[in-house]
């Protein structure tokens, strides 16, 4: 332990970041109790707005709808980029793997609200009636590609010879594919998943076009009830949607440090094996 | 004997313009140790991916017990392969990785468990089953790739330089490991390697390669004693190789002299190559050898000394002696009819061969 300098200034730059980024959550968080009903100054405690919130059905469902399309198009998007990252990577042809790579990436990279404009003229175009379908079809749409990246360099890294000695131990092709590839390329397949869980999650500009009446998610929602000027009860679903996303990291370093205890205490137990 | 395993008919194989398998022909007996032994970039490993079933030959056939088998593919063959970097499965523990072939070929649970067991057993990893393969060194990694192979019980084991990224001592034992495995379980092994040290130590018979061809196939006494030519002598050991020509039967003449040896069939006066290894050669006080040459460096190697000399005609010449000599000191060498091999330019195996039979 070092202690020559009372303040060590790349921690004092690190606190600083974090209560930047902190803030204004923490300020949301903190109004959210407000027995007020404006976010000019804080006259008492009170529960109300989350009492409000609890008994306004129609945010509840939106807050259920978004999960569910969230779910459903990471799903959906990670079946369909895995296998995509599988067919990119069995391309013989260096020059037509990049070539559909590229197209991949100007996926992610093109603006949301192109991609969002465009899928609004297709669907009217094809007659699709906008709601849940529509939002569905274009999450899985962006999230794809997501997928693709995160799934890739896992497929990447596998060793040719791993497919070959399955093939040798007498695998079919699909057999190779449940039990080894799968397997293999599992980290990179949940990771893919998370983020376009996320990515879905968070989508604004893309469900803004293609939601159409009757059906809203969250940021849509959120968004046209700002218009009207900023009522607590989103503080407080704000506030419980922050604690959720907190429990969840913090239950994914739990299980992660629950593992690798488990790991340590396997090889410990295993040098026993080998002194004995 | 069972007879031929495997049989090479006339194989070749390009990929596009350039040709790495030159009509390859050659037989693999059951229940023997097999080694392709040649430099990177011969085709030994071209080879061994045809018996598994990964390459498909341009031209010829491939024979498995008398059957054609160019077509069946990899997971249909009876053969099992040891990959050069183990190829094990990551997400498998020990015990699961060995019954992988075990499981797809859906034998019955507690069968499996019998034959991992003994497999396990049989590379001295008993025991080890619930390790991860994380958990394990090189060589023990190397064991469960070769306990994955056994337990398949394949007609053939197909091992591509398995050993080449463990550590000498670690290297040395597994050769021996692997002979004595092969000979308990009777099953043919295909060991592909280029290092000439292991071929000579673990084969039955040794096919040596280069360029896409077999240069000579034979034991390992036959092609360390009678090497068919230049690249083989030089592959194979250590040795002197000097031009010179035949003067008639048994008789050689290369440094300006003539000697006696135990090769014929050749033209009179046809330009030859003679082979002497470095430890046939004895170092005698001067004059009294067949040949003096000037020592000009020396290095001791625990085992032997390894000196090199040049003669009066400015031939390089390599010995090693057990005994010390001064560099810069004139010694006589002194080597017997029987440690000088003739080697005629161009000859294939089966003239070589069929000479060979003429006057042994």
Redesign the interface.
């Known amino acids: 332990m070092k202690r020559d300098h009372p303040i060590r200034w790349s921690n004092l730059y690190l606190l600083l970041v974090f209560i930047v980024l902190y803030l204004p959550i923490i300020y949301l968080i903190i109004y959210s109790f407000n027995a007020g009903d404006t976010m000019d100054r804080i006259t008492g405690f009170s529960w109300r707005h989350y009492l409000t919130l609890f008994a306004d059905t129609r945010m509840i469902s939106i807050v259920l709808n978004t999960v569910i399309i969230a779910v459903l198009s990471a799903l959906l998007a990670t079946i369909i980029g895995t296998f995509g990252a599988l067919g990119i990577d069995q391309l013989k042809k260096r020059s037509l793997q990049n070539g559909i790579l590229s197209l991949n990436n100007v996926l992610m990279v093109s603006p949301d609200v192109i991609i969002g404009a465009s899928f609004l003229i297709f669907f009217t175009f094809l007659g699709v009636k906008l709601g849940f379908g529509s939002v569905l079809l274009s999450h899985i749409a962006f999230s794809v590609p997501i997928v693709v990246l995160m799934v890739l360099p896992k497929i990447k890294d596998m060793s040719q010879t791993m497919i070959d000695a399955a093939y040798d131990l007498g695998a079919t092709k699909w057999q190779t594919l449940t039990r080894v590839i799968l397997p293999a390329i599992t980290p990179g397949i949940f990771a893919g998943y998370f983020m376009a869980f996320t990515y879905s999650l968070d989508d604004f500009a893309v469900t803004f076009f293609v939601t159409g009446n009757g059906f809203s998610t969250l940021s849509v929602e959120i968004y046209s009830r700002a218009r009207q000027g900023i009522d607590l009860e989103v503080n407080a679903l704000s506030t419980l949607m922050f604690l959720v996303s907190l429990l969840l990291v913090g239950g994914y370093y739990l299980l992660n440090r629950y593992n690798e205890k488990k790991k340590i205490h396997r090889a410990k137990a295993s040098q026993e094996v080998d002194d004995a | 004997m069972a007879g031929n395993v495997i049989e090479f008919r006339h194989i070749s194989k390009s990929y596009d313009e350039t040709q790495v398998l030159k009509q390859i022909d050659f037989e693999i007996e059951a229940g023997k140790f097999y080694t392709l032994l040649g430099p990177s970039g011969c085709g030994k490993t071209t080879i061994l991916r045809m018996i598994?079933?990964?390459l498909q030959p341009t031209a010829g056939d491939i024979l498995f017990e008398g059957q054609r088998v160019n077509d069946l593919?990899?997971?249909?063959r009876q053969?099992?392969?040891v990959?050069?970097?183990y190829?094990?499965?990551?997400?498998?523990n020990v015990a699961q990785n060995v019954a992988?072939?075990l499981e797809?070929?859906k034998v019955a649970k507690g069968q499996i468990a019998q034959k991992v067991e003994e497999a396990l057993r049989l590379v001295q990893l008993s025991?080890y089953g619930?390790?991860?393969i994380s958990?394990l060194s090189g060589g023990q990694k190397q064991r469960v790739a070769i306990a994955?192979?056994i337990a398949?019980e394949p007609k053939v084991l197909l091992l591509d330089e398995p050993l080449s990224a463990l550590d000498h001592k670690l290297r040395k034992e597994m050769q021996s490991e692997l002979r004595s495995l092969q000979r308990r379980l009777g099953i043919t092994f295909i060991f592909v390697t280029h290092d000439q040290e292991e071929a000579l130590a673990m084969s039955d018979q040794i096919f040596v390669m280069n360029a896409g061809k077999i240069l000579q196939s034979g034991t390992p006494v036959d092609i360390y004693d009678e090497p068919i030519n230049h690249f083989v002598a030089d592959f194979i050991g250590e040795s002197n190789i000097i031009p010179g020509k035949m003067k008639a039967d048994y008789v050689v003449s290369f440094d300006g002299h003539e000697f006696d040896c135990v090769d014929a069939g050749m033209k009179q006066n046809e330009p030859v190559e003679v082979v002497i290894r470095p430890e046939d050669l004895d170092i005698t006080a001067a004059n009294t050898g067949q040949v003096n040459v000037t020592v000009d460096t020396q290095l001791f190697r625990g085992v032997d000394y390894q000196i090199t000399a040049h003669d009066v005609n400015d031939n390089e010449w390599k010995i090693n002696s057990i005994h010390k000599t001064t560099v810069g000191q004139l010694v006589g060498l002194a080597f017997d009819p029987e440690d000088i091999h003739v080697m005629r330019y161009g000859e294939d195996e089966a003239t070589f061969d069929a000479r060979l039979e003429r006057y042994e």
Not at chain 2, 73 to 76: F, I, S
């Open positions: 598994a079933g990964f593919p990899a997971n249909r053969v099992n392969t990959f050069q970097d190829a094990l499965f990551p997400h498998l992988f072939g797809i070929k025991g619930n390790r991860e958990e994955r192979a398949n």
